[in-house]
């Protein structure tokens, strides 16, 4: 059974910091590329970040580039994003994925369930 979860979601105020992992089990973690994808209340999901299989390869949508940090663990099945100088508009549901080979978000075989963000101004 694949299991994709997220953690480290909360509430921070404008400027701040938060650190999200998803750890995922069910999985041969080595070989999927990973992504974070997040969705506002009344909007649609959107890409943030991506990393490749070997970590060594990343890509960040254009609104979070130069602010949030993709990076992988294989030994420990983990994906992080580190988020910094957040931004109201950065409220969102966080969704963790994984997929084989991706290059669109149909790509993306499983996800997380999802952890909360909420930036305060």
């Known amino acids: 059974q694949v299991q994709l979860v997220e953690s480290g979601g909360g509430l921070v105020q404008a400027g701040g910091s938060l650190s999200l992992s998803c750890t995922a089990s069910?999985?041969?973690?080595?070989?999927?590329?990973m992504a974070w994808f997040r969705q506002a209340p009344g909007k649609e999901r959107e890409f943030v970040a991506t990393?490749?299989?070997?970590?060594?390869?990343?890509y960040y949508a254009d609104s979070v580039k130069g602010r949030f940090t993709i990076s992988r663990d294989n030994a420990k099945n983990t994906v992080y994003l580190q988020m910094n100088s957040l931004k109201p508009e950065d409220t969102a549901v966080y969704y963790c994925a994984a997929g084989p080979r991706p290059t669109t978000v149909a790509g993306y075989d499983y996800w997380g369930r999802g952890t909360q963000v909420t930036v305060s101004s």
């Open positions: 069910g999985i041969v973690f080595s070989t999927y590329a």
């Open positions: 990393i490749s299989r070997s970590g060594g390869i990343t």
